[in-house]
Protein backbone atom coordinates (compact mmCIF):
# COMPACT_ATOMS: atom_id res chain seq x y z
CA UNK A 1 0.00 0.00 0.00
CA UNK A 2 1.54 3.45 -0.94
CA UNK A 3 -0.01 6.33 1.55
CA UNK A 4 0.98 9.10 -0.91
CA UNK A 5 0.63 11.52 2.44
CA UNK A 6 -0.39 14.99 0.96
CA UNK A 7 0.82 17.72 2.45
CA UNK A 8 -2.17 18.80 4.46
CA UNK A 9 -2.71 15.18 6.11
CA UNK A 10 0.86 15.56 7.22
CA UNK A 11 -0.18 18.77 8.90
CA UNK A 12 -3.19 16.89 10.60
CA UNK A 13 -1.23 14.14 11.50
CA UNK A 14 1.62 16.54 12.96
CA UNK A 15 -0.79 18.12 14.88
CA UNK A 16 -2.55 14.67 16.11
CA UNK A 17 1.01 13.93 17.44
CA UNK A 18 1.46 16.74 20.15
CA UNK A 19 -2.42 15.68 21.62
CA UNK A 20 -5.47 14.28 20.70
CA UNK A 21 -7.94 16.75 19.30
CA UNK A 22 -11.93 17.20 18.59
CA UNK A 23 -12.56 18.15 14.78
CA UNK A 24 -12.71 21.91 16.28
CA UNK A 25 -9.76 21.75 17.97
CA UNK A 26 -8.21 20.87 14.55
CA UNK A 27 -9.94 23.32 12.53
CA UNK A 28 -8.55 25.81 14.79
CA UNK A 29 -4.81 24.62 14.93
CA UNK A 30 -4.51 24.17 10.92
CA UNK A 31 -6.77 26.51 9.77
CA UNK A 32 -7.61 23.85 7.23
CA UNK A 33 -11.48 24.10 6.11
CA UNK A 34 -14.36 22.20 7.72
CA UNK A 35 -15.10 19.80 4.47
CA UNK A 36 -11.41 19.53 3.66
CA UNK A 37 -10.40 18.25 7.01
CA UNK A 38 -13.61 15.59 6.57
CA UNK A 39 -11.78 14.16 3.97
CA UNK A 40 -8.34 13.80 5.25
CA UNK A 41 -9.53 12.34 8.24
CA UNK A 42 -11.64 10.04 6.31
CA UNK A 43 -8.61 9.00 4.21
CA UNK A 44 -6.33 9.25 7.98
CA UNK A 45 -8.54 6.64 9.33
CA UNK A 46 -8.94 4.39 6.63
CA UNK A 47 -5.57 3.89 7.02
CA UNK A 48 -5.37 2.99 10.32
CA UNK A 49 -2.72 6.02 11.03
CA UNK A 50 -5.62 8.24 13.09
CA UNK A 51 -8.08 6.12 15.50
CA UNK A 52 -11.14 8.14 17.00
CA UNK A 53 -11.72 7.53 20.78
CA UNK A 54 -13.95 9.59 23.58
CA UNK A 55 -14.89 11.78 20.59
CA UNK A 56 -11.27 12.77 19.60
CA UNK A 57 -9.11 11.89 16.89
CA UNK A 58 -5.59 10.64 17.74
CA UNK A 59 -2.59 9.18 15.88
CA UNK A 60 -2.04 5.38 16.26
CA UNK A 61 0.89 4.69 17.71
CA UNK A 62 1.19 0.83 17.09
CA UNK A 63 1.91 1.46 13.31
CA UNK A 64 4.10 -1.84 12.12
CA UNK A 65 7.58 -0.90 10.27
CA UNK A 66 6.08 -1.29 7.00
CA UNK A 67 3.63 1.19 7.42
CA UNK A 68 6.15 3.77 9.18
CA UNK A 69 8.57 2.61 6.37
CA UNK A 70 5.83 3.96 3.58
CA UNK A 71 5.17 7.26 5.39
CA UNK A 72 9.19 7.72 4.84
CA UNK A 73 8.94 6.91 1.85
CA UNK A 74 11.73 9.12 -0.11
CA UNK A 75 9.44 9.43 -3.36
CA UNK A 76 6.62 10.76 -1.73
CA UNK A 77 9.02 12.91 0.34
CA UNK A 78 9.84 14.49 -2.73
CA UNK A 79 6.65 15.14 -4.20
CA UNK A 80 5.66 16.56 -1.09
CA UNK A 81 8.71 18.44 -0.88
CA UNK A 82 8.01 19.83 -4.66
CA UNK A 83 4.54 20.67 -3.91
CA UNK A 84 5.71 22.85 -0.58
CA UNK A 85 7.79 24.69 -2.85
CA UNK A 86 5.47 25.20 -5.53
CA UNK A 87 3.32 26.44 -3.52
CA UNK A 88 5.94 29.05 -1.60
CA UNK A 89 6.26 29.88 -5.73
CA UNK A 90 2.72 30.68 -6.36
CA UNK A 91 2.79 32.62 -3.01
CA UNK A 92 6.37 34.91 -3.52
CA UNK A 93 4.50 37.81 -4.26
CA UNK A 94 2.41 38.06 -1.59
CA UNK A 95 3.14 39.83 2.19
CA UNK A 96 4.96 37.75 4.56
CA UNK A 97 6.38 35.34 1.73
CA UNK A 98 9.74 35.24 0.60
CA UNK A 99 11.44 32.83 -2.15
CA UNK A 100 15.06 33.37 -3.67
CA UNK A 101 17.10 31.67 -5.50
CA UNK A 102 20.72 32.85 -7.29
CA UNK A 103 23.09 31.21 -9.49
CA UNK A 104 26.67 32.33 -7.96
CA UNK A 105 30.28 31.32 -8.14
CA UNK A 106 32.16 31.26 -5.16
CA UNK A 107 36.21 30.73 -4.64
CA UNK A 108 37.20 28.08 -1.83
CA UNK A 109 37.06 31.22 1.06
CA UNK A 110 33.45 32.06 -0.44
CA UNK A 111 32.60 28.79 -0.10
CA UNK A 112 33.53 28.17 3.87
CA UNK A 113 32.28 31.48 4.93
CA UNK A 114 29.37 30.60 3.51
CA UNK A 115 29.27 26.92 4.85
CA UNK A 116 29.60 28.67 8.06
CA UNK A 117 26.71 31.02 8.05
CA UNK A 118 24.06 28.14 6.61
CA UNK A 119 25.87 25.92 9.92
CA UNK A 120 25.05 29.36 11.87
CA UNK A 121 21.43 29.19 10.56
CA UNK A 122 20.57 25.61 11.27
CA UNK A 123 22.11 25.77 14.84
CA UNK A 124 19.42 28.78 15.23
CA UNK A 125 16.76 27.30 13.83
CA UNK A 126 17.12 23.73 15.94
CA UNK A 127 17.17 26.23 18.71
CA UNK A 128 13.62 27.34 17.66
CA UNK A 129 10.80 25.01 19.96
CA UNK A 130 7.74 24.78 18.96
CA UNK A 131 5.70 26.96 21.42
CA UNK A 132 2.63 27.09 19.98
CA UNK A 133 0.34 24.26 19.33
CA UNK A 134 -1.32 26.51 15.73
CA UNK A 135 0.65 24.84 12.98
CA UNK A 136 -1.07 27.17 10.74
CA UNK A 137 1.38 29.82 12.27
CA UNK A 138 4.83 27.78 11.80
CA UNK A 139 7.38 29.33 9.04
CA UNK A 140 8.43 26.49 6.35
CA UNK A 141 11.73 27.26 5.92
CA UNK A 142 13.72 25.64 3.67
CA UNK A 143 17.77 26.08 2.86
CA UNK A 144 20.37 24.15 0.26
CA UNK A 145 22.18 24.16 -2.98
CA UNK A 146 24.46 22.39 -5.56
CA UNK A 147 26.69 22.54 -8.22
CA UNK A 148 24.70 24.10 -11.44
CA UNK A 149 26.40 21.71 -13.55
CA UNK A 150 25.64 18.64 -11.16
CA UNK A 151 21.78 19.66 -10.44
CA UNK A 152 21.60 20.15 -14.45
CA UNK A 153 23.03 16.57 -14.77
CA UNK A 154 20.32 14.89 -12.59
CA UNK A 155 17.82 16.45 -13.70
CA UNK A 156 18.34 14.69 -17.33
CA UNK A 157 19.26 11.84 -16.00
CA UNK A 158 18.24 10.42 -13.16
CA UNK B 1 -18.99 -4.48 -18.54
CA UNK B 2 -16.07 -4.51 -17.48
CA UNK B 3 -14.70 -1.15 -15.93
CA UNK B 4 -12.26 -0.45 -19.30
CA UNK B 5 -14.86 -1.63 -21.54
CA UNK B 6 -17.10 1.01 -19.90
CA UNK B 7 -14.34 3.68 -19.98
CA UNK B 8 -13.40 3.16 -23.39
CA UNK B 9 -16.74 3.57 -24.63
CA UNK B 10 -17.66 6.39 -22.72
CA UNK B 11 -14.44 7.76 -24.27
CA UNK B 12 -15.57 7.22 -28.08
CA UNK B 13 -18.60 9.25 -27.31
CA UNK B 14 -16.69 12.20 -25.31
CA UNK B 15 -14.63 12.37 -28.86
CA UNK B 16 -17.74 11.57 -31.03
CA UNK B 17 -20.77 12.18 -29.61
CA UNK B 18 -22.59 12.39 -33.44
CA UNK B 19 -21.65 9.20 -34.60
CA UNK B 20 -23.99 6.43 -35.42
CA UNK B 21 -23.20 2.59 -34.55
CA UNK B 22 -22.47 2.42 -38.79
CA UNK B 23 -19.72 5.16 -38.40
CA UNK B 24 -18.42 3.75 -35.80
CA UNK B 25 -18.45 0.41 -37.58
CA UNK B 26 -16.85 2.13 -40.36
CA UNK B 27 -14.55 3.89 -38.38
CA UNK B 28 -12.96 0.72 -36.63
CA UNK B 29 -13.81 -2.21 -39.24
CA UNK B 30 -16.09 -3.72 -36.90
CA UNK B 31 -18.85 -5.58 -37.99
CA UNK B 32 -21.80 -3.17 -37.72
CA UNK B 33 -23.53 -6.06 -35.92
CA UNK B 34 -20.72 -6.82 -32.94
CA UNK B 35 -20.71 -2.48 -32.14
CA UNK B 36 -24.71 -3.08 -31.91
CA UNK B 37 -23.55 -6.05 -29.29
CA UNK B 38 -20.80 -4.21 -27.41
CA UNK B 39 -22.07 -0.80 -26.84
CA UNK B 40 -25.21 -2.47 -25.99
CA UNK B 41 -23.12 -4.79 -22.69
CA UNK B 42 -22.06 -7.19 -24.59
CA UNK B 43 -17.72 -8.34 -23.91
CA UNK B 44 -15.52 -6.42 -25.34
CA UNK B 45 -12.73 -8.51 -27.46
CA UNK B 46 -9.19 -7.19 -27.16
CA UNK B 47 -8.66 -6.55 -30.94
CA UNK B 48 -12.19 -4.68 -30.99
CA UNK B 49 -10.70 -2.91 -27.74
CA UNK B 50 -7.74 -1.99 -29.79
CA UNK B 51 -9.64 -0.78 -32.88
CA UNK B 52 -12.09 1.76 -30.63
CA UNK B 53 -8.49 2.68 -29.25
CA UNK B 54 -6.63 3.56 -32.32
CA UNK B 55 -9.56 5.83 -33.77
CA UNK B 56 -9.74 7.50 -30.42
CA UNK B 57 -5.69 8.24 -30.36
CA UNK B 58 -5.97 10.02 -34.05
CA UNK B 59 -8.46 12.01 -32.71
CA UNK B 60 -6.76 13.33 -29.88
CA UNK B 61 -3.67 15.59 -30.90
CA UNK B 62 0.25 15.44 -29.95
CA UNK B 63 -0.64 17.61 -27.65
CA UNK B 64 -3.20 15.98 -25.26
CA UNK B 65 -2.38 15.07 -22.16
CA UNK B 66 -3.26 11.15 -22.68
CA UNK B 67 -0.88 10.98 -25.76
CA UNK B 68 2.30 12.61 -24.17
CA UNK B 69 1.25 10.21 -20.83
CA UNK B 70 1.09 7.24 -23.41
CA UNK B 71 4.70 8.80 -25.07
CA UNK B 72 5.73 9.42 -21.07
CA UNK B 73 4.88 5.62 -20.30
CA UNK B 74 7.06 4.33 -23.23
CA UNK B 75 10.15 6.84 -23.14
CA UNK B 76 10.72 8.04 -19.43
CA UNK B 77 13.04 6.19 -16.82
CA UNK B 78 11.50 4.16 -14.06
CA UNK B 79 12.32 7.22 -11.67
CA UNK B 80 10.79 9.60 -13.57
CA UNK B 81 7.07 7.82 -14.14
CA UNK B 82 7.24 7.12 -10.26
CA UNK B 83 7.40 10.85 -9.50
CA UNK B 84 5.09 11.59 -11.60
CA UNK B 85 2.42 8.52 -10.68
CA UNK B 86 3.33 10.06 -7.33
CA UNK B 87 2.40 13.89 -8.23
CA UNK B 88 -0.72 12.98 -10.21
CA UNK B 89 -1.82 10.67 -7.34
CA UNK B 90 -1.35 13.51 -5.19
CA UNK B 91 -3.35 16.52 -7.30
CA UNK B 92 -6.30 14.25 -7.54
CA UNK B 93 -6.46 13.93 -3.68
CA UNK B 94 -5.72 17.77 -3.19
CA UNK B 95 -8.94 18.31 -5.66
CA UNK B 96 -10.77 16.15 -4.11
CA UNK B 97 -11.00 18.15 -0.82
CA UNK B 98 -12.74 20.25 -1.72
CA UNK B 99 -16.08 18.16 -2.45
CA UNK B 100 -18.18 17.99 0.42
CA UNK B 101 -18.44 14.48 1.82
CA UNK B 102 -21.25 12.60 4.60
CA UNK B 103 -19.10 10.80 6.98
CA UNK B 104 -20.96 8.35 9.49
CA UNK B 105 -20.93 9.24 12.95
CA UNK B 106 -18.36 7.37 14.23
CA UNK B 107 -15.85 9.36 11.88
CA UNK B 108 -17.06 12.52 13.51
CA UNK B 109 -16.35 12.70 16.91
CA UNK B 110 -16.50 16.38 18.36
CA UNK B 111 -18.69 17.85 15.67
CA UNK B 112 -21.10 20.39 17.15
CA UNK B 113 -18.63 24.02 17.36
Given amino acids: ?158 | MSTLQNSIIKNYKTYFPNDTLKDISNKTNIQLTRVFRIFNGSEMKLCEYEKLEIVIDRKISANDFCSVARECFSSLSQGKLDQLYAEMKQFLKLSELCTPITLSEEFLPGRAL
Fill in chain 1, 1 to 158: MNFNITVAERMVLESLAKKSKNTFELVNCTSLDRIALQHILSSLISKNLVLTLDSKYKINKKLNQAILDELHDEVNAQVEFKEIAAACFRTRLEEGSLLKLKKVFMTKEEERIFNALLINLELFIDGLTSKQDHLTKQQIVFWGGGKYGEITHNTINF
